[in-house]
């Protein structure tokens, strides 16, 4: 069983950066990929970025550039930078964990722990 808890989201001006986390519990967190994605109101779920248990890391194109995700075995930790922020960037973001490698990293699905979220306003 993996528990994942999301911070770090807040209110920001288009252009500005926040730098989101996730903190998971138990003792295999290094043997999981990470993914975040996200959903605006009214949208579906997205993806947004994930890596792998050995570091490879999956963006989707919206995103390249501008996000950046890494992870901190040590602390259980992975974390999302989030730079030159869009107005479109705003949704709630969740964190999730997988056993699942490669491209399908991608698909919602594969997750099997999910974080309850934390909301990332952009604002014009």
């Known amino acids: 069983q993996v528990q994942l808890v999301e911070s770090g989201g807040g209110l920001v001006q288009a252009g500005g950066s926040l730098r989101l986390s996730c903190a998971a519990s138990?003792?295999?967190?290094?043997?999981?990929?990470m993914g975040w994605f996200r959903q605006a109101p009214g949208k579906e779920r997205e993806f947004v970025v994930a890596?792998?248990?050995?570091?490879?890391?999956y963006y989707a194109d919206s995103v390249k550039g501008r996000f950046t995700i890494s992870r901190d075995n040590a602390n259980n930790t992975v974390y999302l930078q989030m730079n030159s922020l869009k107005p479109e960037d705003t949704a709630a973001y969740y964190c999730?964990?997988?056993?699942?490698?490669?491209?399908?990293?991608?698909?919602?699905?594969?997750?099997?722990?999910w974080g309850r979220g934390t909301q990332v306003t952009v604002s014009s």
């Open positions: 999730a964990a997988t056993r699942s490698v490669g491209v399908v990293l991608s698909r919602a699905y594969v997750y099997d722990y």
């Open positions: 890596i792998s248990w050995s570091g490879s890391t």
């Open positions: 138990g003792r295999t967190f290094s043997r999981y990929a």
